[in-house]
């Protein structure tokens, strides 16, 4: 099946720092990627759908100055979680789409975000 | 978004077949029913999807009631490796169409 894959898959940072999470499609090209959060013990929680070359789109209450989403590639897409704070400390998945008419989205292992 | 209900935790025994029910009373003409279930501590897998007919493959069976207010996964042997917590969402049909995640089974499966 394809493969997604997400670097680091652990990250410890200060507040107000910033941090990147690289999403990767490894052997399919990706029309759309979507990033999620999940805090403990609960659901997945979309918060944007990034298409290649495209401005993402965020799910409402998501900010989308603090959550930088960059998709320059049809393999790569990038979250930034930007002036990170305690509260920002999830669990991030981000998933890959072969855009075809039925869709099966692919997941990545996630990142762990703890901020201090 | 049509909603999707589910049992909040199943318990199976190892070598047993589980059937992890799902309702969609209000689910529509163009709705695909997907089943992702996740690992403790990894993201979510895709597991079978499907409309109207029900439907195989090697990691479970689907079965759709025929009014598709409701379907079923089917597990036909659990293993320990099947304990995880499995979501059924409902995504019309369509090019990178979003899923919306609910609370999910979480499956115990024990020896």
């Known amino acids: 099946g394809a493969v997604v894959s997400q670097h680091p898959s652990r990250v410890i940072c200060k507040s107000g720092t910033s941090v990147k999470i690289e999403c990767r499609s490894l052997?399919?090209?990706?029309?759309?990627m979507f990033w999620y959060r999940q805090f403990p013990k609960k659901s997945l929680m979309l918060m944007a759908t990034?298409?290649?070359?495209?401005?993402?789109?965020?799910e409402q209450g998501v900010e989308k100055d603090k959550f930088l989403i960059n998709h320059a590639s049809l393999t790569l897409s990038t979250l930034t979680v930007t002036s990170a704070h305690p509260e920002d400390s999830s669990f991030y998945i981000c998933?890959?789409?072969?855009?075809?008419?039925?869709?099966?989205?692919?997941f990545g292992p996630g990142t762990r975000l703890t901020v201090l | 978004d049509a909603k999707t209900t589910q049992p909040n935790s199943m318990e199976s025994n190892e070598e047993e077949p589980v059937h992890l029910p799902c309702n969609h009373s209000t689910i529509s003409g163009t709705d695909y029913i997907h089943w992702y279930r996740q690992l403790p501590s990894q993201g979510p897998e895709y597991v079978i999807h499907g409309l109207t007919s029900n439907v195989n493959n090697r990691m479970a069976s689907l079965a759709i009631a025929e009014d598709r207010k409701s379907s079923t996964l089917i597990l036909h042997r659990a293993t320990l490796r099947d304990a995880a917590v499995y979501y059924c969402?409902?995504?019309?049909?369509?090019?990178?169409?979003?899923?919306?995640f609910g609370t999910g089974t979480r499956l115990q499966v024990t020896l």
């Open positions: 052997d399919f090209q990706a029309t759309t």
């Open positions: 969402i409902l995504s019309p049909s369509g090019t990178a169409s979003k899923l919306t």
């Open positions: 990034s298409n290649e070359g495209s401005k993402a789109t965020y």
């Open positions: 998933s890959a789409s072969l855009g075809r008419a039925i869709d099966t989205q692919y």
